[in-house]
């Protein structure tokens, strides 16, 4: 069966959901080039996003860009596309991180049959930092979500109330390091929008995304405003019992680290579809000592690559997004 040929309006939109996928401060750190002669789509990292404090070693620069990667394969099984990956090809070539040949199904190699079935949640999928609801997520809702990151190589686990609290308190920490070191915030203070930026903004996280001030209540939600004013923000009560998750890998490598991006996104998808409002904390991850310290002491292995608060609630804004055009080059 001859190829059909891909022109750029199909490439752009496929480059266009799979930017939809968070990233940390929503920096976007990625950069797309579509090799038309070979049906090929190659996923660089845009070192001019990285964040030297909060991420000097690129673990969430790359866990970003294994989310956009997730989409991508997303965004082409629904266009009817097989998407074949290779992740970090060309070990000369380091801000490659994965090579997409965009071939079509046949009898051979079928799409993943429930990539389409996530294709709707791209666009819903938002990160809520507002209260959820102190309600139980069901076990069926839990089993399917550690079941999506295992389908990426990850480990979802749901810690037990003592590990909870562990992890908040090492999310406590991180703030107080931060309120006490100079310059801590220099990464935060980059990449958010206040006042008039926000309505203009392409990347960052803009003011009317921050959600309302926390009160009262446990749930780790970062304060991108600091002591910075916004406008009509208020403040409210959050949950005492926030549902965490924490999404862990094997290794803690490069590849693993776009493995985990791929698990992460896996879920967040899976997440969207079963009507959870979710949101994301890399705080306590950001200093190693804190980091080794979010380990379930019972289990002991692999690597925290992030925390989850998944629950009922707001799904927060859809936060602002480069053109196609500035992260796609075709040749």
């Not at 490069?254 to 992460?264: E, F, S, Y």
């Amino acid at each position: 069966m001859a190829s059909r040929e891909l022109d750029e309006k199909t490439v752009s939109m496929l480059v266009a959901e799979a930017a939809a996928a968070p990233s940390m401060h929503n920096a976007q750190p990625w950069r797309f080039q579509y090799v038309a002669d070979e049906r090929l789509l190659l996923l660089r990292a845009d070192l001019e996003r990285a964040m030297p404090r909060s991420d000097p070693g690129n673990r969430a620069l790359y866990i970003g860009c294994g989310a956009a990667l997730f989409n991508l394969r997303v965004a082409a099984a629904h266009t009817g596309l097989a998407p074949d990956v290779r992740l970090l090809p060309e070990p000369q070539d380091p801000l490659l991180l994965a090579a997409v040949h965009l071939a079509d199904p046949d009898e051979r190699r079928l799409r993943e049959e429930d990539l389409t079935r996530l294709h709707e949640a791209i666009r819903q999928r938002h990160t809520s930092r507002h209260p959820f609801a102190e309600k139980d997520i069901p076990d069926d809702v839990q089993t399917a979500l550690r079941d999506a990151a295992a389908r990426e190589s990850g480990v979802l686990l749901f810690p037990g109330p003592w590990h909870a609290e562990t992890v908040l308190d090492l999310v406590r920490d991180a703030e107080s390091r931060d309120a006490m070191e100079p310059g801590a915030r220099a990464d935060l203070i980059r990449w958010t929008r206040l006042g008039a930026e926000a309505d203009t903004a392409v990347d960052g996280v803009p003011e009317y995304a921050f959600g309302p001030r926390k009160r009262d209540g446990k749930a780790p939600v970062r304060d991108f405003a600091g002591r910075r004013p916004v406008a009509d923000r208020g403040s409210t009560a959050f949950e005492h019992a926030p549902h965490l998750a924490l999404l862990s890998t094997p290794g803690d490598a490069p590849a693993d680290w776009l493995r985990a991006g791929q698990a992460l996104e896996r879920v967040l998808l899976e997440a969207t579809l079963a009507d959870l409002a979710t949101s994301l904390t890399s705080h306590a991850l950001e200093a190693r000592d804190l980091r080794l310290l979010a380990r379930d002491p019972g289990w002991g292995t692999g690597y925290v690559q992030m925390v989850l608060r998944l629950g009922y609630g707001p799904r927060g804004p859809a936060t602002p997004r480069r053109p196609v055009k500035d992260v796609l080059d075709v040749v």
